[in-house]
Structures are given as structure tokens and as C-alpha cells.
């Protein structure tokens, strides 16, 4: 297979044009027009568009001239990581990318492990302060992800000891994708970050012959929650097309529970939960909590100008 996820494409028999947002098999493709539809064809039947460059970032030239010296003081030892971002035209599409933030060109391989079929799907060079993008995935496929296997040598020209080479098997999960996204280093766009050179733990055993003589009583800060709280799913977690409706509904009211009983400590008048109107499933449930709390004064919807009926106005006692 020629083409690669995120492969900007043409049909030859057709005017129509996207990315490849699927690998079907060693013939067919699935590619994601401005329609948002993956349409399944053959391989044979598409071409490259030359020009479109995915992602930004500082690329590494892959031939090793990249190192330029550094003074001793100023040579930075850690900060390899993976960082992961979707593709800027096709979202459903994500990229891996190798992150170097230190001062020593990495030499790097990538390897698939899918029930024991090895695949390379990597091997370079990494230039000091550069990325390389070395794997794309749908993300939507992420339980039928095969295991990635991390393999960096560490190199310099100056005189400094390079640390252990780093080989690192890792079978990524739904959760690994549940923190909020960050701001990924050389490549300046959102996406998870995540380290590969973690710095070993030191045990300072002082501290923790101290701790054992510690108060547990630790004064509780509750922060004061907005007048408005959005509970849709896709503001409460970025992981949400993972997860199954009765999930769902737990972080929602989770997160209602933990807004009302802020409001209550910090002695607010009132508070807005915005839950959307839908089959009205959050709605009746937040009703009923309500109902039975005893420090709600009482409820109602709120502005319909503004939400229609997707919102409650609570009044607290």
C-alpha cells in the first residue's frame, strides 16, 4: 500500500478530492471528502495531490548534520516525548510524532506489534529541538491499535555522557486520550503529550519517615463554581466518543453534583446547569436530585431566549 492516513488524494475518473482517512486493505482505501463521507475505493483509482504538507513543526533533515554545538551549560539532556495531534483537514485522522527537545540527535525506530505480526514503521534520525511524524491512525480504531514499540539511541559529537538508550513497549488506551490537550512543543498545535524518557523516582527517605507524622487533616478548598455550568459531554471530557451513554451520564452528574454543592459552600443565590434538550434523559434526573436536596430553595427553566429548554435555573436557600 502506496498511500498512507492523511494522504491528500485525487480520483482519476472523478472531479472529487480528499484524504485518506482509511486503510481498508492492500487495495482499497477510504478517503473523506469537504462532506465529512468516507467513500471506499481502490487504490489504482486515485493519485497523489502534491503540495499539501499535514502538519507543521520543526522537521528534522534526517541526515545527522543537523547538531550544531552547545555550550555545556546550556545542553539539554531530557525531553523525548510522543506527541500526538489530528490531522489539520482530516480530524478523524491522528498523527504521532516524535518530539526532541534535547540537545542530542536521536536515533529512533518505531515497530507495530499486532498479535505478534511485527511491522517497521519508523527508523531516523532525529535532529536537536525537531519532531518527526512517524505513525498515523484513525483514532476512531483506537481498541484495534497494535502495540507501538519505541526504540532511541542517543547520540552527540561533544563530550558528554549520552544517557541509557531508551526501548519502550506501549499498548495506548481510551483513558490515555481522556486528558485535556495541550500545547505540543516544536509543533505548535493541540494534541497529548507524552513522555518517553521519564526521569527515574528518587525516594528521599527524610521526607518519608515525615510524612508518616503529618496531620492528615488537610483544609478542603472548594473554587467557586461560574453562574453558568455546561454539562454537554463534549466540554467535560475529550474522550467522550469513547465512552457509553451510562458513562456518560455518571460524569455529567458527577460534575452537576460537585458545581451544586460549590455553589451551596459559597453561598451563591443561584446557578445555571445547562444540559441541552435532547430525549431529556439529564434533564428529568437533574430534576429529581433536585427535588430531594434540601438546599434548594426551588428550580426552573432558565431564560428560553437564550436556552430554550436546555438549560435550569436553580435558586438555593
Known sequence: MKYKLGDFVRFVDEKMEGFVTRIIDEQMIGVTGDDDFEIPVLASKVTYVHGYEPDGGKKSSGNGTDEKPVALSEFVKNGVY?????DEKANSVVHFHLINETSFQLLATLTTDKQQ??????AGIIAPKAAEKIYSAQLADL???PKFIFNVLFSTKQNI????PLSIQEKFKAKDFSTTKKNLPLLNKAGWLIRLDEPELVIDAQKLKE???ESPAQK??????????DLHIEKLRDDYQFLDNSEIMNIQLAHFHKALD?????QLPDITFIHGAGNGTLRNELHRQLGKN????????ARKEKFGYGATKVLLK
Open 117 to 122: 505480526v511485527f511491522k517497521g514503521e519508523f
Open 143 to 145: 481498541q484495534v491499535w
Open 262 to 266: 460549590a455553589a451551596i459552600v459559597h
Open 211 to 213: 510524612s508518616f507524622f
Open 82 to 86: 510522543i506527541g500526538v495531534a489530528a
Open 161 to 164: 555522557e549520552p544517557p541509557a
Open 294 to 301: 434540601k438546599k434548594v430553595q426551588t428550580f426552573m427553566d
Open 220 to 229: 478542603i478548598v472548594v473554587e467557586k463554581p461560574v453562574s453558568e455550568v
